[in-house]
Nanobody, 117 residues
Framework: QVHVVESGGGLVQPGGSLRLSCAAS????????VGWYRQAPGKEREFVAR???????NYADSVKGRFTISRDNAKKEVFLQMNSLKPEDTAVYSC???????????WGQGTQVTVSS
């Protein structure tokens, strides 16, 4: 089994920055991809950013140019650097980890990001 834990959320003013962390722990697993998703109250969960095993990344249009996803392979940790934050970015941010063994998909519990003046 893989345990996924997010951290780094908090309250920031518009234009501020936060760095989220997603750490995967366990043994005997290899990661195919890690993605960040977010869900605001009353809205569906939406894709934010993803990094795959090759290191290739992609982003939602709404965060492109403001957010950056990166990884530390040795620690099996992925980061989401969020700059120029907007109130519309307010949501619970969750980490999704895809591994090479069943059940393949793991989710963290999420971390709250609130952008407000």
């Amino acid at each position: 089994q893989v345990h996924v834990v997010e951290s780094g959320g908090g309250l920031v003013q518009p234009g501020g920055s936060l760095r989220l962390s997603c750490a995967a722990s366990g043994s005997g697993f290899s990661i195919d991809a890690v993605g960040w998703y977010r869900q605001a109250p009353g809205k569906e969960r939406e894709f934010v950013a993803r990094i795959i095993s090759s290191g290739s990344t992609n982003y939602a249009d709404s965060v492109k140019g403001r957010f950056t996803i990166s990884r530390d392979n040795a620690k099996k940790e992925v980061f989401l650097q969020m700059n120029s934050l907007k109130p519309e970015d307010t949501a619970v941010y969750s980490c999704h980890v895809v591994v090479t063994t069943s059940p393949y998909h793991y989710w963290g519990q999420g971390t709250q990001v609130t952008v407000s003046s």
